[in-house]
Structures are given as C-alpha cells and as structure tokens.
C-alpha cells in the first residue's frame, strides 16, 4: 500500500451529518473511491467472519470496533480497488484509530473533510432514514452522538491543529452543502 502511495482524505463529522451522501457527489465528479468503514464493517458481518457477532455488539451500542479490524478492512479494500485517490469516511473515530492507520499504512491525509452539524438536525435525519440500520433508534443515536463528542471530536482538533480541517456547515441542504464540498476539490483556476 505505501509502494501506491494513495491521496487519501478523511471525511468526518457527527453520525447523520451528510458524509455517505455527499461522499457520492464527489466520487461522481472528482475521481475518488468512496471508503465508508461503517459500510465495511456492515458488510463484515453479513458476510459471516469470525468477528461478525463483536462488530454487529459494538455497532448496536455505538462503540468503537477495535482499530485493527477496520484497518485490515480499509487496506484490503485500498488494495483491491487500485485506486490512488480515496475517501475514507467516519474513520479515524479517535486518537488510536488515527495512530494506528498512520502506523500501519504510513499514508498521512491530504486534508480532513469536517461536516459540522447540530445533533437536532443529525436526530431528525437518522430517524427519518429508513434503511434499516440496526444504530438508526434513539438510544443508539444518543450513544453515538456522546462517542462522537468524547472520542472522535479531538481527532478532528488534532488535525486542525495541523492546518488540515476543512470544516464545512452540513446544516444546510444537501445541494447547498455540496456547493461548499465542491469549491474545496476543484482546482482553484476553473
Ligand atoms: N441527509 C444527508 N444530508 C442531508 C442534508 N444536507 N439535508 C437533509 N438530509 C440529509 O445521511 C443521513 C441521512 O440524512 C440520510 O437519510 C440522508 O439522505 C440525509 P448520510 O449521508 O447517511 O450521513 P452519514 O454522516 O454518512 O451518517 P451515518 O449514520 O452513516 O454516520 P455514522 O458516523 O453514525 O455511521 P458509520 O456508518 O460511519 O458508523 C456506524 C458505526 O460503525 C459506528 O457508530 C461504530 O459503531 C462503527 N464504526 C467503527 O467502529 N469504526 C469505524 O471506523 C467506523 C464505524
Ligand atoms: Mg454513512
């Protein structure tokens, strides 16, 4: 993976802030693979491995799976793709996902891509969403909301303390937000 030495964003912000729908935007028109580790891990344990029932626990209470699991998930998936310009989205969650990745892989992000959004918005889109996600009911959304808050929030202060946040008001609609996403990826002479 460090002989591809993939760009690699990471796309970040509360659960519900917009990050799988305007990820498809951008892949639409900027070349990128869309990396969503939650969509990794969902499909991990539908597809039966060893770790399914762990993930599927962890899932359910809005905790974080163990950073080594969703590595070798997002490496593989690296990997098969080919790819060299990728999204990765809702990961890393904290501090030790984010140093792992970094130790594991070498590859740094470009910049980190930061949906900002209030958690009254984020409630009301995650229970009107409908898909059947077993972390779509209000206890769950609570939990992630806190682990959002406690863990993944000062991966986000890290990173800007590095100059890489790009921190964009996803409270808007989705066209309005996609305007703003796109201004960060079009070169800056078009
Ligand atoms: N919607 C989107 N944008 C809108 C807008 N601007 N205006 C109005 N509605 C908008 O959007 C959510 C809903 O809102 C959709 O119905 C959409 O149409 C609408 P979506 O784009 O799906 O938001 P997203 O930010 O992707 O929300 P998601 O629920 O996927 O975020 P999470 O971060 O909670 O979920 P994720 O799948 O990343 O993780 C799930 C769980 O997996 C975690 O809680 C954790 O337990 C585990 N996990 C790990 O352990 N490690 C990881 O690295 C990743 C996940
Ligand atoms: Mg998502």
């Given at each position: 993976?460090?002989?591809?030495?993939?760009?690699?964003?990471?796309?970040?912000?509360?659960?519900?802030?917009?990050?799988?729908?305007?990820?498809?935007?951008?892949?639409?028109?900027?070349?990128?693979?869309?990396?969503?580790?939650?969509?990794?891990?969902?499909?991990?344990?539908?597809?039966?491995?060893?770790?399914?029932t762990?993930?599927?626990?962890?899932?359910?209470?809005?905790?974080?799976?163990?950073?080594?699991?969703?590595?070798?998930?997002?490496?593989?998936?690296m990997?098969?793709?080919?790819?060299?310009?990728?999204?990765?989205?809702?990961?890393?969650?904290?501090?030790?996902?984010?140093?792992?990745?970094?130790?594991?892989?070498?590859?740094?992000?470009?910049?980190?891509?930061?949906?900002?959004?209030?958690?009254?918005?984020?409630?009301?889109?995650?229970?009107?969403?409908?898909?059947?996600?077993?972390?779509?009911?209000?206890?769950t959304?609570?939990?992630?909301?806190?682990?959002?808050?406690?863990?993944?929030?000062?991966v986000?202060?890290?990173?800007?303390?590095?100059?890489?946040?790009?921190?964009?008001?996803?409270?808007?609609?989705?066209?309005?937000?996609?305007?703003?996403?796109?201004?960060?990826?079009?070169?800056?002479?078009?």
């Amino acid at each position: 993976l460090a002989d591809l030495n993939p760009t690699v964003v990471f796309v970040l912000g509360g659960p519900g802030s917009g990050k799988g729908t305007q990820c498809a935007n951008i892949v639409e028109h900027f070349g990128f693979t869309h990396l969503s580790a939650g969509d990794l891990l969902r499909a991990e344990i539908k597809s039966g491995s060893e770790n399914g029932t762990m993930i599927s626990d962890m899932i359910k209470e809005g905790k974080i799976v163990p950073s080594e699991v969703t590595i070798k998930l997002l490496e593989r998936a690296m990997l098969e793709n080919g790819n060299d310009k990728f999204l990765i989205d809702g990961f890393p969650r904290n501090e030790e996902n984010r140093a792992a990745f970094e130790d594991v892989t070498k590859i740094g992000p470009s910049f980190v891509l930061y949906f900002d959004c209030s958690e009254e918005e984020m409630e009301r889109r995650l229970l009107s969403r409908n898909q059947g996600r077993e972390d779509d009911n209000i206890e769950t959304i609570r939990k992630r909301f806190k682990v959002f808050q406690e863990s993944s929030l000062p991966v986000i202060e890290y990173y800007n303390s590095k100059g890489k946040v790009r921190k964009i008001d996803a409270g808007r609609p989705i066209e309005e937000v996609y305007e703003s996403v796109k201004a960060i990826f079009a070169p800056k002479d078009e």
